[in-house]
T-cell receptor, first 112, second 108 residues
Framework: KAGVTQTPRYLIKTRGQQVTLSCSPISGHRSVSWYQQTPGQGLQFLFE???????NKGNFPGRFSGRQFSNSRSEMNVSTLELGDSALYLCASSLGPVDTQYFGPGTRLTVL | KNEVEQSPQNLTAQEGEFITINCSYSVGISALHWLQQHPGGGIVSLFM???GKKKHGRLIATINIQEKHSSLHITASHPRDSAVYICAVGSGNTPLVFGKGTRLSVIA
């Protein structure tokens, strides 16, 4: 069974631009969570989706948004990028909200 | 909000040593996760546990719900165990809260 895939793997943007990251969960998994990882803050929760519904949202500004499609694929969008948004963005999928999460390889975003 | 503390932050061990990484949390949980992150970013879920003890190969994870504490043990450590080990806790409908991680280096 294929693992969680994330695209793109690397991305360089400039301040003020927007970006969309994509996550394809393991087949059959209906829950997708997004995390931001930085050297200073570590791993922080962004969003959680289950069956196209956002179940939880982390403490991030409204510039961060996401959605989940009917095939469980998920996207997250960051508008008006700031230097501090440079991070590794990880997606994880699971069968359901309380099951073991399987992480994707991440998208490394650099904002210049 | 749950506070998750891991110790030590950094750990260097000789190959073959027995290693223990600790995790404490402040609020009752339904599950605790141990994750492994190798250089390059990929994260692997090692254990999810809500009580007692789990073993997988040379890795053992224990949890004491009353004391709000968990330990991850690595027996007969090997250089390939070098990674960052992250503890995360969750309860029901709340999202995971992560510790800062323990960076382990095993020297041959």
């Amino acid at each position: 069974k294929a693992g969680v895939t994330q695209t793109p793997r690397y991305l360089i943007k400039t301040r003020g631009q927007q970006v969309t990251l994509s996550c394809s969960p393991i087949s059959g998994h209906r829950s997708v969570s997004w995390y931001q990882q930085t050297p200073g803050q570590g791993l922080q929760f962004l969003f959680e989706y289950f069956s196209e519904t956002q179940r939880n949202k982390g403490n991030f500004p409204g510039r961060f948004s996401g959605r989940q499609f009917s095939n469980s694929r998920s996207e997250m969008n960051v508008s008006t990028l700031e230097l501090g948004d440079s991070a590794l963005y990880l997606c994880a999928s699971s069968l359901g909200p309380v099951d073991t999460q399987y992480f994707g390889p991440g998208t490394r975003l650099t904002v210049l | 909000k749950n506070e998750v503390e891991q110790s030590p932050q950094n750990l260097t061990a000789q190959e073959g040593e027995f290693i223990t990484i600790n995790c404490s949390y402040s609020v009752g949980i339904s599950a605790l996760h141990w994750l492994q992150q190798h250089p390059g970013g990929g994260i692997v879920s090692l254990f999810m546990l809500s009580s007692g003890k789990k073993k997988h190969g040379r890795l053992i994870a224990t949890i004491n719900i009353q004391e709000k504490h968990s330990s991850l043990h690595i027996t007969a450590s090997h250089p390939r165990d070098s990674a960052v080990y992250i503890c995360a806790v969750g309860s029901g409908n709340t999202p995971l809260v992560f510790g800062k991680g323990t960076r382990l280096s095993v020297i041959a």
